[in-house]
C-alpha cells in the first residue's frame, strides 16, 4: 500500500521544482518535526561510521529526524542511529521498490515505523537522473546537511551544492590529512563547520528545533528561503504585514526571516 502526500512540505519549497507527487509509506508526522540530513561516502572508514552512528543516534534522542537516501555506506549507518521510528528515507525509485536490495530490511523497517518518500511513480526503477533529484529533497527537507565523509567528485559532493544553493548550514567531520578530501576542502573554503564536539553539537541543533517549534507556519514556510511568489501563494495576506514590519526581506527574489 501506498499513498501520496496530502499536504505541502514547506521545506521543498527551496527546491528548483516542487515535485509533482510525493508517494510515502509510513508516519508522515515526522516531516512536522525538526530534521537533519546526513549524506557521505558509501565505503565509509572505521572512524566515519562510528561517529556517523553516534551522531545520529544521539541527534535522534534529542528529538531529532534523520533525513537521508537509503544508500549504502553513511546513509544506511544514519538511518540504523537514528531507529527505524525516527528517520525518513528519500527513494530514488518508486515506492514499492526497496532499493537498494541490499538495505530491503532496513527500508521495510523504516516503512513500518518511520518514514519512506519518493516523487517517483510506483514501479519506476532507479535511474541515474533519479538519485540526483532524491539527493535534492534529502538536502531540501533538513534543517541543515551533515556530510560525514566524502573525496572530491563524490556524489555527496552534489548535495553539497544544492545545500549551498538553499543557503542550508553545512556540518563536516574532522578527518585526517589525505582523508575525506572533499569535506576538508570545504573547511578550508569556509563553506562547512566541523564538528569537533558531538554533544555540544546535539545541545545546539536540538534548541534550534525547540525555536523552530515555537514559529508561527508562515515564519516556519519563510526559515526555508521560499521564492516570493511561492510566499504569496501560501500566505498572501501575512506577508504584506511582516515585510512592513521587518520580520522578513526579500533578496533576490527569495523570502528570508530576518
Sequence with gaps: MHNTL????????????????????????????????????????????????????????????????????????????????????????????????????????????????????????????SFVVRNEIVVALGDALIVTEADIGSGSMRSVEYALAMEKPIYVLPHRLHESTATRLLLREGKASAIDDIDSFVAHISQKGKNRCEDTPFIAFCRNNPTYEDAMGHFPSEIFEAELSGIIEVRNGRVAVV
Design 6 to 129: 496530502p499536504f505541502i512540505v514547506p521545506e521543498l519549497s527551496s527546491m528548483k521544482r516542487y515535485p509533482e507527487e510525493l508517494y510515502y509509506r509510513g508516519n508522515v508526522e515526522l516531516l512536522h518535526r525538526s530534521k537533519i540530513s546526513i549524506v557521505g561516502t558509501r565505503r565509509p572508514n572505521p572512524y566515519t561510521r562510528a561517529m556517523t552512528l553516534e551522531l545520529s543516534r544521539k541527534l535522534s534522542h534529542s528529538g531529532v529526524v534523520i533525513i537521508s537516501g537509503a544508500a549504502a555506506g553513511v546513509d544506511a549507518i544514519a538511518h540504523h542511529g537514528a531507529g527505524a521510528e525516527n528517520t525518513v528515507a528519500i527513494l530514488p525509485s518508486g515506492i514499492d521498490i526497496r532499493y537498494p536490495a541490499a538495505n530491503a530490511k532496513l527500508i521495510e523497517a523504516i516503512e513500518n515505523q518511520g518514514l519512506t518518500l519518493t516523487p517517483f511513480e510506483p514501479g519506476f526503477g532507479a535511474r541515474e537522473w
